[in-house]
Each structure stands twice: as structure tokens, then as C-alpha cells.
């Protein structure tokens, strides 16, 4: 089945009634009929496992399981690692993922190494025989670095370090991680997967059982899982995943391309563009760009007056949705990443991030030219 079709009918759940949608399961027991397939929802649910089951389908995984956000599911897959453990984490990562192992896996006794993972020589000089895995986003938020899954993956599997991708950026209508070698798919899916701003959500898949067994025994014992009425919201979603993400991406490259005729703005970070670094590899490994781009405006006025000017782009943080967002990263999502670790990255105050909607493109190009010099 293709890709478009399986989110519609990656589902094959039965319901006696013939429901068309999945049935909302809203109930924390279940009592013991004989069929004991479910006995209490911080464990499974039907309603998640059904959500679980269409969304390994689509990484093409061995395991899924659903968590109750983004960071959940970050957090639950750093429990497979202990004292002295050595990670090598790109050095550009949505700052949750940062503060989490800054202030919490390190305090633990993990040890972590930061790397333009983008660079494969420079992680292959990290490599001790401590390193258990390597943490990667590919195009990393927000400087859409882009890493070669495959490379990075082939090197590990010599050394017997697993690779976890953070596939939120391009969702598996795009890129599916585990067909170039990793190990470990992560999904905020609050983002392309839910796709409405109205839902959080997070998804770990593996390409093993045994993998899929450790975090279906992690998550249960901290207990952070999605629960009925979101595992049905998302998987609402996904019925619409293939249409959105086309759409966005057409509109990311109408959007960046405009962009990079505005002389007030410095740098246009979009993996579509051919002037990309990354553009190649990008396109290699994925099917389409994505929504996301950042720029590099002229001084903090402007970025300021962007954000208080634009009218359809909403001034929000999170990406991934219908409608279009514009973030301020040293405000919001990195506000926690040490100021110079960020303006050593170029994460400045006049760094803008914008997630690209289902508008009409002449409409989102227009509110950013009205901002910028209205
Ligand atoms: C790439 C990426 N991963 C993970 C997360 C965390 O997801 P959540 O907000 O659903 O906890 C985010 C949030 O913005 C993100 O951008």
C-alpha cells in the first residue's frame, strides 16, 4: 500500500458496528471476559493501540508506542541508558530535548557529547567505547541541519551504538528513518501527525521487538501515555497527513523562495533551496522539504516588528499544523539553552522561526511582506 493510502487504511481494527472511525475506548479497566487483551489503559487501550498500530505502519517499524507528548516520549527513550553511558546528540535539538538532558539524563550519570551531526567525521572522532547511541533531528530545529541517516546509522551498527532520529520535522510522509538504518523513531505528534494545533502527543518507534518491549516496559512503569480521546484525535490527524504535508511543502518553497528576495532578510534556512548545504543529502534520504524555515533578519526591531505585525501567521510557538506559526526561539522554544551556546549557533535576536501552513501561499507571502514593511 502506499504511503498515502496507508493513512487512511494502515488501521485494520474490526468493530462489531462497523465503525468507519476508530471507536473512542474511555475507560481506565477493563474487566476480565475472557478476552484479555486489555486490562488497563496506562498499559494499552484499544483506542491507542490503534493510533500505535497506524503510526508503526508508517515509519515502517516493529513497535509503536504513544505517548502523551513529545517530550514523553524523548524522556521514556532515555531510560534505556544508565550511569556512564556515553550519547553523542546533534548540537542543534529542540531545546526540551536539550534542557532535558542537560538538567535531568545528566544528572544521572549519562554523559553527553553536542556535534554538528551533519559532520559524519567529527561524530565517528566522538565515539568512545562508553557510546550507546547517537540523537539526531533531521532538518534539525531551528538551524535545518541535515544529517545523512544512512551514513550515520551504517557507522554506528559497527560500533553497536544505536541511532535515534527525531523524525518530527518531515513526518513519515517524507522521511522514514528506519528504512536508512536507525533504530529509534521519536514524533512530537503534536506536530505534522496531529496536524491541528489542538492535541499533544509523542510516538516511539523502533526496528526491533526487543527494543519495542524495553519502551512498552518504560512506559508503562512512568506511565506518560496518550490517552483515548487524543489517540483518536491524532489518528483523525493522519487521515489527512498526505494532503497536508503536500500542500505545506509546496507552500514552504513559494514562502522561501520569496524570502530570499527580501534584502532585509540575511539568511533564508530552508532545505529546499538549492543554495542549502544540506540540500542533497536532504534529498536524498526524504521525499519532500517540509514547512519548516527559519530566517536571519536584519536587526531585533525588525524581528520584533514581524512578530507584532504579521495578521494570518500567528506569533505562537509549536509547528506542524494547519495554520501557519511564526516563533521567536530565543523567547520560546531555546529560551532555556545558555545565551552564548545559542548566539554561538546563530540562534540571535534575530532569528525567526516559521512553520508553513495550508494557507493559500499568496496570502502567507503578502502578510510577510505587509509585516516587514508595513
Ligand atoms: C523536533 C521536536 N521534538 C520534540 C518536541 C517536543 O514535543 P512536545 O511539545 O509534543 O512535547 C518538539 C516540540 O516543539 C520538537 O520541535
Same mark, same amino acid.
Given at each position: ?8 487504511? /494502515? ?30 489503559? *496506562?498499559? !494499552? ?62 544528572? $544521572? ?40 541517516? /544512512? ?32 533504530? =529509534? ?15 499533544? !502527543? ?90 519548516? =524555515? ?6 531585533? $526591531? ?27 526561539? =530565543? ?13 554561538? *549557533? ?18 502567507? =507571502? ?9
Amino acid at each position: 500500500m502506499e504511503i498515502d493510502t496507508l493513512c487512511l487504511h /494502515a488501521n485494520n481494527m474490526e468493530d462489531k458496528f462497523g465503525s468507519i472511525s476508530t471507536p473512542i475506548y474511555q475507560s481506565a479497566t477493563f474487566y476480565h471476559n475472557g478476552n484479555d487483551e486489555y486490562s488497563y489503559s *496506562r498499559l !494499552s487501550n484499544p483506542t491507542r493501540s490503534s493510533v500505535e498500530n497506524v503510526v508503526r505502519k508508517l515509519e515502517n517499524g516493529k513497535s509503536c508506542n504513544a505517548f502523551s507528548s513529545g517530550m514523553a516520549a524523548i524522556t521514556t527513550v532515555l531510560k534505556l541508558f544508565k550511569k556512564c553511558d556515553h550519547i553523542i546528540a546533534s548540537n542543534d535539538l529542540y531545546g526540551g530535548a536539550i534542557r532535558l538532558f542537560n538538567n535531568f539524563s545528566k544528572l $544521572e550519570g549519562i554523559d553527553f557529547d553536542y556535534v554538528d551531526t551533519s559532520n559524519t567525521s567529527d561524530v565517528v572522532k566522538l565515539i568512545n567505547p562508553n557510546t550507546k547511541a547517537i540523537y539526531i533531528e533531521t532538518p534539525s530545529n531551528p538551524l535545518m541541519q541535515v544529517t545523512d541517516i /544512512a551514513k550515520i546509522s551504517e557507522i554506528a551498527k559497527k560500533y553497536n551504538i544505536i541511532v535515534i532520529v527525531d523524525n518530527t520535522f518531515l513526518s513519515p510522509y517524507f522521511q522514514r528513518p528506519l528504512e536508512l538504518g536507525a533504530d =529509534i523513531v521519536i514524533h512530537s505528534g503534536t506536530k505534522y501527525l496531529g496536524g491541528h494545533n489542538d492535541t499533544l !502527543s509523542g510516538f516511539v518507534i523502533t526496528n526491533s521487538i526487543e527494543l519495542g518491549d524495553k519502551i512498552t516496559f518504560i512506559s508503562k512503569t512512568i506511565g506518560a501515555t496518550l490517552s483515548p480521546f487524543d489517540s483518536f484525535l491524532i489518528e483523525r490527524g493522519i487521515k489527512t497527513l498526505a494532503l497536508r504535508m503536500d500542500r505545506i511543502n509546496s507552500n514552504a518553497i513559494k514562502v522561501a523562495n520569496f524570502l530570499t528576495t527580501i534584502s532585509k532578510i540575511k539568511k533564508v534556512y530552508y532545505v529546499g533551496l538549492k543554495s542549502h548545504k544540506g540540500y542533497e543529502i536532504n534529498k536524498k534520504q526524504s521525499s519532500g522539504f517540509g514547512g519548516m =524555515i527559519s530566517i536571519e533578519v536584519e536587526s531585533e $526591531e525588525l524581528a520584533i516588528k514581524i512578530l507584532n505585525n504579521v495578521k494570518i501567521f500567528k506569533y505562537a510557538e509549536s509547528l506542524g499544523g494547519v495554520d501557519s506559526l511564526i516563533t521567536y526561539p =530565543i523567547k520560546q522554544t531555546h529560551a532555556d539553552v545558555p545565551e552564548n551556546e545559542r548566539n554561538a *549557533r546563530g540562534i540571535n535576536d534575530r532569528f525567526l522561526r516559521l512553520s508553513i501552513g495550508i494557507e493559500n501561499s499568496i496570502d502567507l =507571502i503578502n502578510d510577510l511582506r505587509d509585516a516587514i514593511y508595513g
